[in-house]
């Protein structure tokens, strides 16, 4: 189930089920957008990336999907296997003068035996 | 693994030490980022540098002195820093600054963690 911490909402899943994990953007103009993998006492590692003018994206294991009109990302990740335990940032990318890399709050995905 | 190098992986220092943060890429990336992460937190941009110019400072406090030496490196200065600035220091880099070109993603260093005693 997903749950909603003091500081980091957390999603428990099963292992070999699909995760889903959501994250809502804030700048109707952005128009690029990634997701990032945080390993615990890791940096942040590239997953998938998807342009606004798309609304989904596969690779290998993971799917991007974006709904632009509620301003909205999700990452769904197929067969969840125990490494894929982590921190999941979505980042959109914004222009304000310069362009930004504007990070979501996360989500922590743990994967039950 | 990671090619982007940052180091110190640890680093602890007092209010008045003068430190700094090293970061290193050869992947020919012509931008340098450097982010600020507190624990359960996302990182936020401070820093970043394009073609070796600053480009954004993101009112970040004069106690953080960032320098690019040249494309490969990038480092941070550290001075009368508190105790709140303990952190991850993450380093980042991309081809360019500018999104969405094709297999211009930003990558990320281990970080550097940093206490201030």
């Known amino acids: 189930g997903e749950s909603v911490g003091l500081h980091l909402p957390t999603l428990s899943v099963q292992e070999g089920d699909n995760s889903i994990i959501n994250c809502a953007y804030s700048?109707?103009?952005?128009?690029?957008f990634i997701w990032y993998k945080q390993e615990s006492g890791k940096g942040p590692q590239f997953i998938i990336d998807?342009?606004?003018?798309?609304d989904k994206r596969q690779g290998q294991r993971v799917t991007v999907l974006l709904n632009k009109t509620v301003k909205h990302l999700s990452l769904q990740i197929a067969a969840t296997q125990p490494g894929d335990s982590a921190v999941y940032f979505c980042?959109?990318?914004?222009?304000?003068?310069?362009?930004?890399?504007?990070f979501g709050t996360g989500t922590r995905l743990k994967v039950l035996a | 693994d990671t090619e982007v190098t940052q180091t110190p992986k640890h680093l602890v220092m007092g209010m008045t030490n003068k430190k700094s943060l090293k970061c290193e890429q050869h992947?020919?990336?012509?931008?340098m980022y450097w982010y600020k992460q507190k624990a359960k937190k996302p990182p936020e941009l401070m820093f970043v540098?394009?073609?070796?110019?600053?480009?954004i400072n993101e009112s970040v406090p004069s106690r953080f002195s960032p320098e690019c030496p040249n494309s490969s490196l990038l480092n941070l200065h550290l001075h009368a820093l508190q105790p709140e600035d303990s952190a991850l220091y993450l380093c980042?880099?991309?081809?360019?600054?500018?999104?969405?070109?094709?297999?211009?993603?930003?990558?990320f260093g281990e970080g550097s963690w940093l206490t201030v005693v």
């Open positions: 992947m020919g990336h012509r931008a």
């Open positions: 700048n109707s103009a952005s128009d690029y």
């Open positions: 540098y394009s073609y070796e110019k600053l480009s």
């Open positions: 998807i342009r606004s003018n798309m």
């Open positions: 980042a880099s991309s081809l360019s600054s500018a999104p969405g070109v094709s297999g211009n993603t930003i990558y």
């Open positions: 980042a959109e990318i914004t222009q304000a003068g310069t362009y930004k890399y504007i």
